[in-house]
């Protein structure tokens, strides 16, 4: 929450129960204020405050608490405001409300603010009703309730306060409080963005990039994420920042993307931060610098954003641009993973079972894998479904071991293809059926997984679940021997001796071989010494 202090002219008006007369000596001050001449301000408010003056009062609480004319001095601020306050004046009671609620000047005391908030509030001082609903929102100063929540942002909102308007908005799309409607927040979030709000630009943007309430518009979700932006809101610059990587209304182009996010991370933004890291990690757009990853990842770590500490716990792990120290590690994933956050989760599985960094605990390992998996990681069901299948740290079961398969498989997980692929094949845990093998098979090959390409040729090459087809078989088995399996080079040999799916040709066959031999496999030597001789 920011402190609701616009300029001395604004607050004056805003002011409502006690504004300025004009030709008044406060009116002076005003104008002295406004030219810079802070002196001068001071020394026409100062008499008019220490003879009971309330506007006067509040004016010199702002000027002690910016420092114009005056050394800042919180302490005095809220003197000046209390005396105000103390007065009836609404915005010194909101400014009061402000300091006690942070411990600005005094010791902190949530339970004093609300009294003053609520004294401004009632007085009908839009900020302070919306300041009076944040207390309630958030459970601060009183016990959460989200009733009184909305019935004050509902008073501020009616006097034309976008934040409020805002507040209600995210209320209303979030079911908070009320029965979601996107309807109604669409309408709050409108009046606010129309009177400059950019967080209410953000959250619309958001609408109709989602397609709730509103047709889904990339384009019209970019415009609106492009004006906060531009304006330096933080969110509305990830947001575009994350149109522009992914082309989602704008056309794809990371150079923008890292720039929009620069300008984000540059105010402490966590997510763009974390997805400077991730740019750097990766060599998106830019060279692969996995040292200056790991900076902006501990930026956002220390921040507590779960996505880094997670990130930043694998560079630990794997030793990228950092010395490897599984124990610095374990600590980064431990407090992604106290989050909730999925990736963590299953790295830190990982530790726990080896005993890496963590004294090994198969049992939390297990607890965390299942958690990662139930989350939608497929590295993590691939995994489960292994433990299962093999009885390893559970009990045999391979009813449970194919649905985690099925569903890691399902996400494209090329070696949870492959082992469906070989249950469909041999008829374990799943029916017999070769032409469902062959499609998984095909699935985990396309990714270039080296063992589904031998055996999708060895079905090609024997009509098994699929038409026979020697070209297929010698083009599967040649992708596979080009990624260095020596079974793959030795067939692909064999192709080449005998013309099978491809011109014969000793030569190339003999080439196979040696590779094959190379790799110490005694068939392939045998076939290259016949040759030979």
Do not use: C
């Not at 006690?18 to 802070?38: M, T, V």
């Not at 997670?310 to 599984?326: Q, S």
């Not at 679940?465 to 992708?479: H, I, L, P, S, Y």
């Amino acid at each position: 929450m920011r402190i609701w202090l616009r300029s001395l002219v604004l607050l004056f008006v805003l002011g409502g129960t006690a504004q300025a007369d004009p030709g008044s000596d406060l009116d002076a001050g005003l104008d002295a204020h406004a030219r810079g001449e802070y002196d001068k301000a001071i020394a026409i408010w100062r008499p008019l405050a220490e003879s009971g003056d309330a506007l006067a009062q509040q004016a010199l609480g702002l000027a002690y608490q910016k420092g114009h004319g005056v050394p800042v001095d919180l302490e005095e601020a809220l003197r000046w405001f209390r005396n105000a306050a103390l007065r009836g004046l609404a915005p010194a009671q909101n400014n009061l409300a402000f300091m006690l609620q942070n411990g600005y000047g005094t010791p902190k005391d949530e339970t004093a603010a609300i009294e003053w908030y609520r004294k401004a509030a009632e007085q009908g001082f839009a900020q302070a009703q919306k300041n009076l609903g944040l207390m309630h929102e958030e459970g601060r100063g009183v016990p959460q309730d989200l009733d009184q929540a909305i019935k004050w942002y509902r008073e501020a909102a009616a006097l034309g306060d976008a934040d409020a308007q805002t507040k209600l908005g995210a209320l209303y799309a979030e079911g908070r409080g009320v029965e979601q409607d996107f309807d109604a927040a669409l309408r709050f979030y409108q009046r606010a963005a129309k009177a400059g709000d950019n967080r209410a630009k953000v959250n619309l943007g958001v609408m109709y990039e989602r397609g709730n309430g509103v047709p889904q518009n990339h384009k019209r979700a970019s415009e609106l994420f492009r004006q906060a932006a531009e304006a330096g809101n933080a969110d509305a610059q990830v947001n575009l920042g994350l149109g522009y990587e992914h082309g989602r209304g704008l056309v794809r182009d990371v150079r923008k993307a890292f720039e929009w996010y620069a300008k984000a991370a540059a105010q402490g933004h966590a997510q763009a931060q974390t997805m400077l890291g991730i740019f750097h990690e990766f060599g998106r757009g830019r060279e692969r610098r996995p040292d200056i990853a790991r900076d902006w990842y501990l930026k956002a770590a220390n921040q507590g954003y779960a996505r880094a500490q997670a990130n930043l716990g694998a560079l630990y792990a794997t030793g990228n641009g950092v010395d490897r120290d599984f124990g610095e590690a374990a600590r980064w994933l431990e407090r992604a993973a106290a989050q909730g956050n999925a990736d963590a989760e299953y790295n830190l599985s990982l530790l726990y079972q080896s005993g890496q960094g963590v004294v090994r605990d198969p049992a939390r390992s297990l607890e965390l894998l299942r958690s990662a998996a139930g989350k939608g990681i497929d590295n993590a069901q691939f995994g489960l479904g292994l433990m299962y299948a093999e009885g390893r740290g559970v009990e045999r079961d391979m009813r449970v071991a194919v649905t985690w398969l099925l569903k890691a498989a399902g996400q494209g997980h090329a070696q949870a293809q492959y082992a469906v692929a070989e249950l469909f094949r041999q008829g374990t845990g799943l029916p017999k059926d070769a032409a469902r093998a062959a499609k998984f098979h095909a699935e985990a090959a396309a990714q270039g997984f080296a063992p589904a390409q031998f055996v999708l040729a060895m079905m090609y090459g024997s009509g098994e679940g699929v038409a026979r087809n020697d070209a297929q078989a010698a083009e599967w088995f040649r992708k596979a021997a080009e990624q260095g399996m020596a079974l793959a080079q030795f067939n692909l040999a064999r192709m080449y001796e005998n013309g099978w799916g491809v011109e014969l040709d000793l030569g190339i066959a003999r080439q196979w071989y040696a590779k094959a031999a190379a790799q110490g496999d005694a068939a392939a030597a045998r076939k290259l010494q016949e040759l030979k001789s």
